[in-house]
């Protein structure tokens, strides 16, 4: 599998935040509109995703001056900052507040690492409203406004990609530019969640430390239990949905799945030679038997100090 | 269904006078209009939500096409507000049929349908709106020219007995010669689709242009013009006729 680093430039607010699983629905959504754009049929694509995924996205990291931010490890804070335990307790909710580390090749050991505060998200809503086209009114429901969150991102964002051998990145490319062009997530077709798609770089994600004993995920993942030996990180419940088509069927929500969030730090049981762990996840709903989630995530080698 | 082409409507919108949308109003400032209109949370420009763009092309278009006079004539349909729905498509027939069903095909058709054959017939919305920015070389012009992006207009009611006025307020508007990024973007899924884009979308857009966006249109708030970076779009949009 190789490896890229795609940046994007959001161009209006957003619905739902960018997440590894609900990037990977909206290109699978691409290739089932157009069985030409990755050569293959969504059905072929996915014919031994079990084994061998043709795609595994990320989650939106903020791009701040050039440099990419990653999210605090999903670690106890005594793991990654060095200092006293006096001082910790004293500076606890300061390091608390220090959300996200700038990626660097090669990337220092966890706990040298210089953590910052950063704040990329303004958080606004809108009201909106249905007009009772009989009176010209708002009024009662459904005609009752309503307020709808949005979120901004105030920086560029930057999305880690796995490509299968087979899979073109200029495909990905045009897949990814239609989802900025129609919209991501929630309200796309009335105006949220559309972005620009700048550079893609190729980049070797398992040379980014020299001297690892953990992997840092860049995306909501499912490990599989053979290849951890222990995992921190933080639970995430996507209580999916279904999106196109079949967003109008009268039950289009997916059974929910506990991730293991972006940014937890997984002891692997043996060397790494994939750029990924996870599994794909499957039995989501009895509606559409055959729809999968993406397990997956691309994974960073960092080194952890007394991993276990 | 197999994506033949993705359609994309890119131009200007320009505002011919003054336009309000607003935002409802969340915190109240000292000094502040009761009025505001919806801006940027972080850079505070106004912006045109795609959601007011599509709301009221497609109410437009419902009134256009008779969909709104039918649901009249029904106790039932006249709860849903003269919007095209599902369920009004499965008790229409004719002509009118054919319009609702083309209207819930571009601009989608809400969730909790139960009848599978129907939502794969009326398939993925094919529209989708974009929120509108500033744009960029108007931002340069205002920055230059000091203009404001926004202006407040006052307002009164004048009692007709003692002819004084009543009932003062002020009112954001974004004035006129604003001019914001247009872009729409229309997914042709099968033949019959290189039609709805002529016939909804841009019949939609006219339509639009006759009418206004935002408050207070009967007096005079809102009137826009769109403007087509594309030649051929340009001329079938000025040639397009509603009526007649």
């Known amino acids: 599998m190789k490896t890229y680093i795609v940046k994007i430039k959001p161009l209006t607010g957003f619905g739902s935040p960018i997440k590894g699983d609900t ?26 995703y079990e084994e061998n995924p043709f795609i595994v996205v990320s989650s939106a990291f903020p791009v701040v001056k050039e440099k990419i931010y990653l999210k605090r490890p999903s670690m106890p804070l005594y793991k990654l900052f060095k200092i006293s335990e006096k001082e910790f307790i004293q500076k606890r909710k300061e390091l608390k507040s220090k959300n996200y580390f700038a990626f660097e090749i090669p990337l ?3 706990n040298e690492i210089t953590y910052e505060k950063i704040n990329f998200i303004e958080e606004d809503s809108q009201i909106r409203c249905t007009i009772n086209r009989l009176t010209g009114t708002t009024g009662e429901a459904p005609f009752t406004p309503y307020t709808v969150d949005k979120i901004y991102f105030k920086t560029k964002l930057a999305i880690f990609i796995g490509l299968r051998q087979d899979i073109a990145v200029e495909s990905f490319k045009e897949a990814l530019k239609r989802v900025g062009n129609y919209g991501y997530g929630k309200d796309a077709t009335a105006g949220y969640g559309k972005f620009e798609v700048e550079d893609i770089k190729e980049i070797q994600l398992l040379a980014s430390s020299g001297n690892y004993n953990a992997l840092y995920t860049l995306s909501p993942s499912v490990p599989k239990k053979e290849e951890v030996k222990d995992i921190y990180f933080t639970p995430f419940i996507r209580f999916g949905r279904f999106g196109s088509i079949f967003a109008k069927l009268k039950n289009p929500f997916k ?9 937890a730090v997984l002891i692997p049981n043996e060397d790494i030679k994939k750029p990924y762990i996870g599994m794909s996840i499957q039995n989501l ?24 | 269904m197999k994506l033949k082409e993705i359609k994309a409507i890119k131009g200007k919108i320009i505002i011919k006078t003054g336009l309000h949308i607003g935002s ?21 420009e106004p912006y045109i939500p795609g ?3 599509k709301g009221k092309i497609r109410s ?8 709104v006079q039918e649901a009249a004539k029904s106790e039932d349909f006249k709860n849903s507000g003269g919007l095209a729905t599902p369920k009004m498509l499965k008790n229409a027939d004719g002509e009118i049929k054919n319009h609702i069903k083309n209207i819930l095909k571009v601009f989608g058709a809400g969730a909790g349908e139960t009848d599978e054959n129907l939502i794969i017939e009326i398939g993925p919305t094919r529209v989708s709106f974009s929120d509108c920015r500033l744009n960029e070389d108007f931002k340069k012009q205002a920055e230059q020219n000091h203009w404001s992006y926004i202006e407040v207009k006052s307002e009164n009611r004048i009692n007709r007995i003692t002819g004084t006025a009543k009932d003062p307020r002020f009112i954001e508007r974004v004035p006129a010669g604003t001019v914001f990024d247009f872009e729409v973007y229309f997914k042709v899924l099968d033949d019959e689709d290189e039609k709805l884009f002529e016939d909804y979308l841009l019949k939609g857009l006219k339509l639009l242009e006759l009418d206004s966006l935002g408050g207070s249109g009967s007096r005079g708030y809102g009137k826009i013009e769109f403007q087509f970076d594309d030649e051929a779009l340009k001329n079938k949009f000025n040639s397009l006729k509603l009526w007649g």
């Not at chain 1, 059974?255 to 940014?263: G, L, M, Q, Y």
């Not at chain 2, 000094?31 to 972080?42: A, E, L, S």
């Not at chain 2, 437009?60 to 969909?67: M, V, W």
């Open chain 1, 108 to 110: 220092k050991p966890l």
């Open chain 1, 255 to 263: 059974n929910p799945v506990v991730f293991a969030d972006e940014a």
């Open chain 2, 24 to 44: 409802g109003n969340m915190e109240m400032q000292i000094g502040g209009t009761d009025n505001p209109v919806i801006k940027h949370p972080f850079t505070q």
């Open chain 2, 60 to 67: 437009l278009l419902e009134y256009y096409y008779g969909i």
């Open chain 1, 285 to 308: 709903s009895k509606a559409i038997p055959e729809a999968v989630t993406q397990g997956y995530s691309l994974v960073l080698p960092v080194e952890v100090q007394d991993a276990l």
């Open chain 2, 51 to 53: 959601s007011s763009l």
């Open chain 1, 23 to 48: 990037l990977f629905g909206h290109l699978c959504w691409q290739a089932f509109e157009d069985s030409q754009l990755f050569g293959k049929s969504l059905q072929e694509l996915l014919k031994d």
